[in-house]
Protein backbone atom coordinates (compact mmCIF):
# COMPACT_ATOMS: atom_id res chain seq x y z
CA UNK A 1 0.00 0.00 0.00
CA UNK A 2 2.77 1.94 0.91
CA UNK A 3 4.19 2.25 -2.54
CA UNK A 4 1.03 2.88 -4.17
CA UNK A 5 0.45 5.87 -2.36
CA UNK A 6 4.17 6.81 -3.27
CA UNK A 7 3.17 6.43 -6.91
CA UNK A 8 0.44 8.37 -6.87
CA UNK A 9 2.34 11.21 -4.90
CA UNK A 10 4.40 11.27 -7.42
CA UNK A 11 2.17 11.18 -10.28
CA UNK A 12 1.51 14.75 -10.10
CA UNK A 13 4.94 15.84 -9.70
CA UNK A 14 7.12 17.17 -12.87
CA UNK A 15 9.81 14.65 -13.37
CA UNK A 16 13.37 15.66 -11.73
CA UNK A 17 15.32 14.87 -14.46
CA UNK A 18 15.91 16.79 -17.76
CA UNK A 19 16.09 16.33 -21.52
CA UNK A 20 19.60 17.59 -21.62
CA UNK A 21 21.43 18.71 -24.01
CA UNK A 22 17.65 19.61 -25.56
CA UNK A 23 16.88 21.42 -22.43
CA UNK A 24 19.25 24.24 -20.97
CA UNK A 25 21.52 23.37 -17.92
CA UNK A 26 21.78 25.84 -15.55
CA UNK A 27 24.74 25.39 -13.34
CA UNK A 28 24.33 25.35 -9.48
CA UNK A 29 26.01 28.78 -7.68
CA UNK A 30 29.93 27.91 -7.28
CA UNK A 31 30.23 25.28 -9.85
CA UNK A 32 33.62 24.98 -10.12
CA UNK A 33 34.08 24.00 -14.46
CA UNK A 34 36.47 25.37 -16.98
CA UNK A 35 39.77 27.21 -16.26
CA UNK A 36 40.28 30.27 -17.59
CA UNK A 37 43.89 31.92 -17.43
CA UNK A 38 44.55 36.00 -17.60
CA UNK A 39 47.99 35.63 -18.92
CA UNK A 40 47.95 39.40 -18.73
CA UNK A 41 48.47 39.25 -15.05
CA UNK A 42 49.83 36.43 -14.93
CA UNK A 43 53.76 36.45 -13.67
CA UNK A 44 54.89 33.53 -14.51
CA UNK A 45 55.98 32.43 -10.92
CA UNK A 46 54.41 29.03 -11.90
CA UNK A 47 52.72 28.46 -8.27
CA UNK A 48 49.65 27.09 -10.04
CA UNK A 49 51.32 24.24 -12.17
CA UNK A 50 53.82 23.19 -8.61
CA UNK A 51 50.11 23.28 -6.54
CA UNK A 52 48.27 21.22 -9.34
CA UNK A 53 47.55 17.57 -8.08
CA UNK A 54 47.04 16.61 -11.72
CA UNK A 55 49.24 17.77 -13.54
CA UNK A 56 46.64 19.82 -15.78
CA UNK A 57 48.86 22.93 -15.86
CA UNK A 58 51.82 23.39 -17.79
CA UNK A 59 53.91 27.10 -18.30
CA UNK A 60 54.91 27.14 -21.44
CA UNK A 61 58.55 29.56 -21.32
CA UNK A 62 60.12 31.66 -18.23
CA UNK A 63 58.45 34.46 -16.10
CA UNK A 64 56.63 37.41 -17.53
CA UNK A 65 57.11 35.72 -20.81
CA UNK A 66 55.59 32.45 -20.20
CA UNK A 67 52.19 31.32 -21.78
CA UNK A 68 49.58 28.43 -20.09
CA UNK A 69 47.87 25.41 -20.92
CA UNK A 70 45.27 24.05 -19.18
CA UNK A 71 44.59 20.40 -19.54
CA UNK A 72 40.47 19.39 -18.63
CA UNK A 73 40.76 15.99 -19.33
CA UNK A 74 43.74 15.73 -16.99
CA UNK A 75 41.81 18.49 -14.65
CA UNK A 76 40.34 17.74 -10.94
CA UNK A 77 38.27 20.86 -11.17
CA UNK A 78 39.48 21.37 -7.25
CA UNK A 79 40.15 25.34 -7.55
CA UNK A 80 43.51 24.67 -6.05
CA UNK A 81 45.68 26.70 -8.78
CA UNK A 82 42.98 29.60 -8.56
CA UNK A 83 43.61 29.52 -4.67
CA UNK A 84 47.26 29.04 -5.27
CA UNK A 85 47.63 32.54 -7.37
CA UNK A 86 49.18 35.42 -5.84
CA UNK A 87 47.67 37.52 -9.09
CA UNK A 88 44.03 36.40 -9.51
CA UNK A 89 44.99 35.51 -12.64
CA UNK A 90 42.84 32.11 -12.58
CA UNK A 91 38.98 31.67 -12.35
CA UNK A 92 36.98 29.14 -12.81
CA UNK A 93 33.74 29.49 -14.88
CA UNK A 94 30.67 27.33 -13.96
CA UNK A 95 30.86 26.44 -18.11
CA UNK A 96 31.01 22.34 -17.90
CA UNK A 97 29.81 21.22 -21.61
CA UNK A 98 33.48 20.69 -22.52
CA UNK A 99 33.21 17.28 -24.11
CA UNK A 100 35.09 16.90 -27.75
CA UNK A 101 36.08 14.08 -29.98
CA UNK A 102 39.19 15.60 -30.86
CA UNK A 103 41.50 14.93 -28.11
CA UNK A 104 43.69 18.36 -29.76
CA UNK A 105 40.98 20.70 -29.11
CA UNK A 106 40.62 19.29 -25.33
CA UNK A 107 44.46 21.51 -24.75
CA UNK A 108 43.35 25.52 -23.98
CA UNK A 109 46.74 27.10 -24.53
CA UNK A 110 46.17 30.95 -22.88
CA UNK A 111 48.79 33.23 -24.59
CA UNK A 112 50.51 36.48 -23.56
CA UNK A 113 49.50 39.06 -26.47
CA UNK A 114 52.79 39.59 -28.69
CA UNK A 115 53.19 42.94 -27.57
CA UNK A 116 53.85 42.64 -23.98
S1 LIG B 1 41.31 22.95 -10.81
FE1 LIG B 1 42.72 21.63 -9.62
S2 LIG B 1 43.24 19.97 -11.01
FE2 LIG B 1 42.33 21.58 -12.26
S3 LIG B 1 44.06 22.76 -13.03
FE3 LIG B 1 43.38 23.76 -11.14
S4 LIG B 1 44.61 22.83 -9.51
FE4 LIG B 1 44.79 21.53 -11.30
S1 LIG C 1 50.11 31.05 -10.13
FE1 LIG C 1 49.19 32.76 -11.28
S2 LIG C 1 50.89 34.16 -11.63
FE2 LIG C 1 51.80 32.21 -11.03
S3 LIG C 1 52.18 31.12 -13.00
FE3 LIG C 1 50.14 30.50 -12.28
S4 LIG C 1 48.73 31.90 -13.31
FE4 LIG C 1 50.76 32.83 -13.41
Given at each position: ??????????????????????????????T???????????????T??????????E??????????K??????????Q?????P????????E????N????????E???????
Open positions: MAMERELLKHLAKKPATMLYPFEKYQPIEGRAKIEIDVTKCIGCGCVFDCPAFALMVGKGLTCDMWYPMQCVYCGCVESCRNAIKQTDFALATKKEELIYFKRPKNE
